[in-house]
Structures are given as structure tokens and as C-alpha cells.
């Protein structure tokens, strides 16, 4: 979600659901499908203006009652996780919904940006990347921001 929309949504409670990024997944989503490979030169585009935009929003995600990430792990004798984050609002709260019945913990809406994630990414090892509105488009970066 771009900041400045954030913000209007905050003051006004508009524009919840504009997000460039969902977008561009959505339309990287129905190519591949129609082309039958993520390898098509004709993705390209479209990759680069994920990779693009995916710096100029912020996202939203899960912490627990000690400020913790949500930490999906990778299988169950694995120590190594993604967090799940949501491109926007209604995004937050579809998924939200479905990932708090998993936790028992009484869950909360954290913003994060791709900063907070690099620097996760820089202070735990045990960290692989995240997965972008994980009951929708179940869209994967690793921790970097690449796919």
C-alpha cells in the first residue's frame, strides 16, 4: 500500500485497498498461468515492476502480545520461518482472520516496510523471506525481495 494512501486511510478511512504491488502479482499471476511457465521472457516486464514497486509501499502483518512477527515455519522440524505479510487492508484482514484461529495468542496489525524487513533479514539467519497475502495470492520473496 503506498504511504500517502496509508495515511488517507488512517484520517479518512479511504483507499484501503490500493496497493500497485497486488497488482502487478495479480498480473504476473494470470501470464504464468496463461503461459504455462514462470521462466517466460514475457514475464519479465512484469517482474521488473514487481521488484520495482515492491520497495515504495508498506505492508502489514502479524505480531503477538510481545511484539513478536508471526513466524511461519518452513516444515516442523525446521527452525527457519517466513512472516507473512498483506499489501493492504482488506488483504490484512481476510488473511488475519485465518492465521490468528492457528495462534493462540491474541494477534495485532504491525505496518512493516521493506526496510524492517532487510533488517530482519540482516539480524536473523533464521529468516527466509515472506509470503505476500498468503490466502490470496500466496506470492513468495525470499529475504531479500527477490522470487
Given at each position: 500500500?503506498?504511504?500517502?494512501?496509508?495515511e488517507?486511510y488512517?484520517?479518512?478511512?479511504?483507499?484501503?485497498?490500493?496497493?500497485?504491488?497486488?497488482?502487478?502479482?495479480?498480473?504476473?499471476?494470470d501470464?504464468?498461468?496463461?503461459?504455462k511457465?514462470e521462466d517466460?521472457?514475457e514475464?519479465?516486464a512484469?517482474k521488473?515492476n514487481?521488484?520495482?514497486?515492491y520497495?515504495?509501499?508498506i505492508?502489514f502483518?502479524?505480531?503477538?502480545?510481545?511484539d513478536?512477527f508471526?513466524?511461519?515455519t518452513?516444515?516442523?522440524?525446521?527452525s527457519?520461518?517466513i512472516?507473512?505479510?498483506?499489501?493492504d487492508?482488506?488483504?490484512?484482514?481476510l488473511?488475519?482472520?485465518?492465521?490468528?484461529k492457528?495462534?493462540?495468542?491474541?494477534?495485532?496489525?504491525?505496518?512493516?516496510?521493506?526496510e524492517?524487513?532487510?533488517?530482519?533479514?540482516?539480524?536473523?539467519?533464521?529468516f527466509?523471506?515472506?509470503?505476500i497475502n498468503?490466502?490470496?495470492?500466496n506470492?513468495n520473496?525470499?529475504?531479500?525481495?527477490?522470487?
Open positions: 500500500m503506498n504511504p500517502k494512501d496509508y488517507d488512517q484520517k479518512n478511512n479511504v483507499k484501503a485497498s490500493k496497493s500497485q504491488l497486488k497488482d502487478y502479482i495479480q498480473i504476473y499471476a501470464m504464468a498461468k496463461k503461459l511457465s517466460a521472457v514475464l519479465e512484469v521488473n514487481i521488484k520495482l514497486t520497495p515504495t509501499e505492508y502483518t502479524l505480531v503477538d502480545e510481545k513478536d508471526v513466524k511461519l518452513l516444515t516442523e522440524s525446521s527457519q520461518y512472516i507473512p505479510v498483506f499489501t487492508i482488506r488483504e490484512y484482514a488473511g488475519s482472520a485465518k492465521i490468528s492457528l495462534f493462540l495468542d491474541k494477534l495485532e496489525m504491525k505496518e512493516i516496510t521493506p524492517d524487513i532487510s533488517k530482519i533479514a540482516e539480524e536473523d539467519e533464521l527466509q523471506g515472506f509470503v498468503p490466502h490470496s495470492q506470492f520473496m525470499d529475504r531479500n525481495g527477490n522470487f
